[in-house]
Structure formats: structure tokens, C-alpha cells
């Protein structure tokens, strides 16, 4: 194997890397069996990756010119004029090749790769007599027949310029659908990677530090990691991902500077989703829930064979907790505002209090106080005086009432303070309300 012949195989595996041998193959074949057109990806160099011959072959004008060894470099040299003009621009390029026929090229830029998706073989106008003498100058040189090629090239297809450009645009979609597998692989290599360092500087400034006194050392780090595991199932429980996502990554360093061994590494990490599914719990989720999360987790860690991936899925593992937590916690919150809203409206006539209502939705007075105000927009009180004066604008329009009978059966037991609350709030007394009313 040459150099050029290394360096593109270099190419292609880099490329499969990212994306996926399977998903390039059926993405160029799904093109080529739509259209009816053949296309190819073709490294910077109009080297010839990935071919779809197994789903749709050449013409037979390319096959012909390509059968000459000089006439396959000056493809390969169209290819490579076409790449880097498409890589230029950043969209799709349409071109004539050496020989004569109408192809176009949508760029694939991956990091340091440069690449195109090249397809056509096709003509935009009827083959005129001048444009056979051309193509017959263009193969001069090249050892093949003439006439032959000639008479091929009368029989290509021919597009019009709507179809061509609907064409290198849908080329171009298929392309961003491959830089997008891609870059997203790459992303995921660059987020490991910089976990990977940060975690890695940490070990070594760990690993200095403890030289003096091992032992010693040993023994605080072992007590320090049960504080931070007793932290993190704190954070964890009150909902607060920040500072569980920063004691879970020092825990992760204290785990990785002691143990070396893959199998020890899991053992210790499922440790940590025990304790956090345990604390998830104690916050209010679901146990049923939770006890299939880690089920689910369990299997996912016996697959993972890198101390670097095992790091970025224990970061998932937290974030799928806390986000379920939430989810629970605001669903929960709503129930709660519900239950209490229904008990002031059925106890209203009642000397209520925060704390009578708090008892009866099982929470503390301060949280139910809290979550009732940042869902309904008012205190419990405002809420209950609301109650209130509604029910007492219907007692005042029934003649049997007066406005001192209202007043208790409302709830009030001050009728002087009901005029007051009544006005405030619907811009009347209750003595006139009850006029307009009747």
C-alpha cells in the first residue's frame, strides 16, 4: 500500500468513526435509488471513499472515459477542483467535469476533514453537433473509442436547470445530515476529553498531596468521601443540581485516585447511584420509579468498559435523577396546592390557619405558604378572603339574609371588618351590593 493510498484509508476510517460506515452507505444509496443518480463521497484529494456501484453503476460515458488510467486521474482532479470549491462557499457547487457533463458537489467539513458528496453524469441541454466535437477534443489522448464515447454521450439524461439545482440541494441535505452525526460524536469526544483532564489533574495535585503521609492521608480521604456522600444525598433531596453535580465529580476523583481496577470502579459508582436514588426518594420521588431507573442504570454500567465513559454516564445518571426530581416535585406541589385550595373552600366558614391548612396537605406552614403563592399568584389568607366574599356575595342576594347574617355565615366574624374586606374588594359595601342585587 502507497502513501496516498494509506492516508485515504486513514480518511475513510476516521470518517466512519464519526458517522458510521452503515449510516454513510445507506444515506448515499437512499439518494442514488431516489433519484436514479449516482453518487460518491470523495476525499480533498477526489480520492473515491464510498461508492454506491452496488446500487446504481456509472454510465456508460464515465465508464469508458474512466477505463483509461489518464482518464480517471482527470476525474479524480475534477473531483478535487469540485471539493474544494464546495468547501469554499459552504454550499452546493455545480460544475462541468473534464469531460464535458454536468455534476455537483455538497461539502462535508468535519473538524480537520474536508470532503464532498459528488453526484450527476448528466447533461442540461440536448448534445449539438459542436458539443460532440468537443467531447471528442476532450478525450483526445485517452485510449478509447471515439465514436463510442460520442455515441454514449447522446444517450445521457438530460436535466433542467430547476431539477440539477433540486437535486445538489437534496445532495446538500443528505451532507448536513453527515456533518450533523458527525459533529455530534465529536462533541461527545471533546466533552469526555475535557472531563477526562480536568479529572486527571485533580488525581495528580491528589497524588502529590499524599505522598507524606499515605496512611494518614488514606484514612482522611476515606472520611472526607463519607462527608461528600452524605453532601451530595442532601443536595440531592433539596433539589439542588449544582452543588450535586460538583460533590458527585469530587467524589468521582477520590474514586478514580484509589482504584485502578474497571470492575472496582463500577462497583464503587453504583454505590453512589444507590445513595443518590435513596436521596431522590427522601425528596419526594416515586419509589416504584426510582427502583426501575436503577434497574435500568445497573444494566448500562455493566456495558461501559472506560474509567473516562463510566465518568460522563455517572454525570447523566445524576442529571436524569434531579430532572425526574423536579418533574415529581412540581407535579407533587400542584396536588398540594389543589388540596389546600379545596380545604379552604370547604372549611372557609371555619377560624382557619396557616398551620390547621399546612396540616391538612401534610406540609410545613412555611413551603405550602410558598408554593400556593408562586402558584396561584396569593397568600393563603388573600385566598381565603377571596373564598369568602364570594360566597357572600351569594348569600347577599337572597332576600332572607341581611348583611349581618352574610357576614357570619361567610366566615366573618367581625362585621365591621367584613364591610371593610367586601369594599376593597368589590368596590361597593355589602349593604349596597345587596340593593343592586335585589
Request: charged share 25%; aromatic share 8%; net charge negative.
Amino acid at each position: 500500500m502507497n502513501q496516498g493510498d494509506f492516508n485515504q484509508e486513514k480518511r475513510l476510517q476516521w470518517l466512519e468513526q464519526l458517522v458510521g460506515r452503515n449510516l454513510l452507505d445507506k444515506m448515499l444509496c437512499s439518494f442514488s435509488k431516489s433519484t436514479g443518480l449516482k453518487a460518491i463521497l470523495v476525499d480533498n484529494k477526489g480520492n473515491t471513499l464510498i461508492s454506491t456501484d452496488h446500487a446504481i453503476n456509472d454510465c456508460k460515458f464515465c465508464e469508458m472515459i474512466r477505463s483509461d488510467s489518464n482518464g480517471a486521474k482527470k476525474c479524480q482532479r475534477s473531483y478535487a477542483r469540485a471539493c474544494t470549491e464546495a468547501a469554499k462557499y459552504g454550499e452546493p457547487y455545480i460544475f462541468r467535469c473534464h469531460a464535458g457533463l454536468i455534476m455537483w458537489a455538497a461539502p462535508i467539513l468535519l473538524d480537520q476533514y474536508v470532503g464532498s458528496i459528488i453526484c450527476g453524469q448528466v447533461l442540461m441541454w440536448e448534445p449539438e453537433d459542436y458539443f460532440l466535437e468537443e467531447i471528442e477534443e476532450m478525450v483526445k489522448g485517452l485510449n478509447i473509442d471515439v465514436s463510442a464515447v460520442k455515441w454514449s454521450a447522446a444517450q445521457l439524461e438530460i436535466m433542467s436547470s430547476d431539477k440539477v439545482q433540486a437535486a445538489a440541494d437534496l445532495l446538500f441535505i443528505v451532507a448536513n445530515q453527515i456533518m450533523q452525526s458527525g459533529m455530534t460524536v465529536l462533541e461527545q469526544r471533546r466533552e469526555i476529553m475535557a472531563q477526562q483532564a480536568r479529572l486527571a489533574e485533580e488525581i495528580q495535585a491528589r497524588k502529590r498531596a499524599e505522598i507524606a503521609m499515605y496512611k494518614i492521608e488514606s484514612r482522611t480521604i476515606s472520611s472526607h468521601s463519607l462527608d461528600k456522600e452524605q453532601e451530595l444525598k442532601s443536595a440531592v433531596r433539596n433539589g439542588e443540581k449544582l452543588a450535586a453535580e460538583q460533590l458527585l465529580e469530587k467524589l468521582l476523583v477520590d474514586i478514580l485516585a484509589k482504584n485502578s481496577h474497571m470492575d472496582t470502579l463500577k462497583t464503587r459508582v453504583m454505590e453512589l447511584v444507590v445513595i443518590i436514588s435513596r436521596a431522590a426518594v427522601d425528596g419526594g420521588a416515586d419509589l416504584t420509579e426510582v427502583l426501575q431507573l436503577n434497574s435500568m442504570f445497573y444494566q448500562e454500567l455493566l456495558e461501559i468498559t472506560l474509567p473516562d465513559e463510566l465518568c460522563l454516564w455517572s454525570g447523566t445518571m445524576l442529571e436524569t435523577f434531579m430532572n425526574y426530581l423536579d418533574t415529581n416535585k412540581n407535579q407533587k406541589n400542584q396536588q398540594a396546592i389543589q388540596k389546600a385550595a379545596e380545604y379552604i373552600r370547604n372549611n372557609y366558614r371555619n377560624k382557619l390557619t396557616i398551620d390547621e391548612i399546612a396540616q391538612a396537605v401534610y406540609l410545613s406552614p412555611c413551603y405550602v405558604s410558598r408554593i400556593f403563592k408562586q402558584g396561584l399568584g396569593c397568600t393563603l389568607m388573600e385566598y381565603l378572603t377571596q373564598v369568602r366574599v364570594e360566597q357572600a356575595k351569594i348569600m347577599l342576594k337572597n332576600p332572607k339574609y341581611n348583611v349581618m347574617q352574610v357576614a357570619e355565615e361567610s366566615g366573618f366574624e367581625d362585621p365591621g371588618y367584613f364591610t371593610r374586606v367586601f369594599k376593597k374588594l368589590e368596590g361597593v359595601t355589602p349593604s349596597r351590593f345587596k340593593q343592586y342585587a335585589l
